[in-house]
């Protein structure tokens, strides 16, 4: 497989995974993730359902403990960072919330302001000023004042991307963020998420299904599969007919876009695959 060199040399890795393990219950559902993320990539999850991406995930941002293993987080262990600052410095968003349906979109966007917030301050200019430029960047200043009961599935999503932007965190880790979004905004979101890591020092990790949108705007891609680290590398070193044969039992096939050159994927099952 095409795994990269786990270290960069004379960086510190924004956040590095070494022999990272993980349980549900008795079962093991991930183990020897060995897994450096550079600063100002974004680097693709991809692998079938169940292989552990959103847990994979969780236990990055540190919401899931890890069985075996470490997670650094700049270079420091996660585990010794107390939750505030690790609110400060990672936004997590997700794949699945549900989000308190009795708060307006802007009252749920300001709950990103939480870890920078004083002991019994309001929400001071600074905020207000990320939570409407986080409203801007998904697109959805003018749902501010509305309920978050009285949005659609896509704008629900946007929203708590917002969040997570809000937080105005270094690292951000995204579960499937695309999800429910129509396809104006899962190119604009990645974009978006491209140019936060290319221009603004930010990193991200991307759990992502759309292997086209994770080809197009990652760095890098980690594939698992098995219960672990199956392939990492560019997109063209990993999203190769091999690789996802072996890690989704599919048949790709590579073409190029005929107007911008890109390279795309095209799938069809294999026969031997389906299942009656
Ligand atoms: N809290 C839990 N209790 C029991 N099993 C769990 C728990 N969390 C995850 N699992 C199991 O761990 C495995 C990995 O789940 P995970 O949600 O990380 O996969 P995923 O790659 O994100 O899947 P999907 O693409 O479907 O979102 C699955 O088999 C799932 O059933």
């Not at 749902?143 to 708590?160: K, N, V």
């Not at 790709?252 to 799938?267: D, E, K, N």
Request: aromatic share 2%; net charge neutral.
């Amino acid at each position: 497989m095409t795994i990269t060199a786990p270290h960069v040399v004379g960086t510190t890795p924004a956040l590095a995974a070494s022999g990272v393990a993980c349980k549900a219950g008795p079962r093991t559902v991930l183990s020897g993730v060995d897994l450096d993320v550079r600063p100002g990539e974004v680097l693709g999850l991809i692998g079938s359902n169940g292989t552990g991406k959103s847990t994979l995930l969780r236990v990055l941002a540190g919401v899931r403990p890890a069985s075996a293993g470490e997670v650094l987080l700049a270079g420091r262990p996660l585990g010794a960072i107390r939750s505030r600052e690790r609110a400060r410095q990672i936004a997590f968003v997700a794949q699945e919330e549900a989000a308190p349906s009795d708060l307006l979109v802007s009252e749920m966007v300001a709950l990103g302001r939480v870890p920078h917030a004083r002991a019994w301050g309001g929400i001071d200019e600074a905020s207000r000023l990320a939570v409407t430029e986080a409203l801007h960047l998904v697109d959805l200043e003018y749902a501010a004042q509305q309920s978050m009961d009285r949005l659609s599935g896509g704008e629900r999503r946007r929203a708590l991307i917002a969040r997570g932007l809000a937080q105005e965190a270094p690292l951000l880790l995204l579960d499937e963020p695309t999800n429910h979004l129509d396809i104006k905004h899962q190119l604009a979101l990645m974009r978006l998420v491209r140019r936060l890591c290319r221009d603004l020092d930010r990193t991200a990790v991307v759990a992502l299904h759309d292997l086209d949108l994770a080809a197009t705007f990652c760095d890098r891609i980690a594939v698992l599969h098995a219960g672990g680290l199956f392939a990492l590398g560019t997109p063209d070193e990993v999203l190769t007919p091999s690789v996802l044969h072996d890690a989704f039992g599919v048949l790709a096939t590579r073409v190029t876009h005929p107007l911008t050159g890109r390279t795309h994927l095209l799938f069809s099952h294999d026969e031997r695959e389906i299942h009656p």
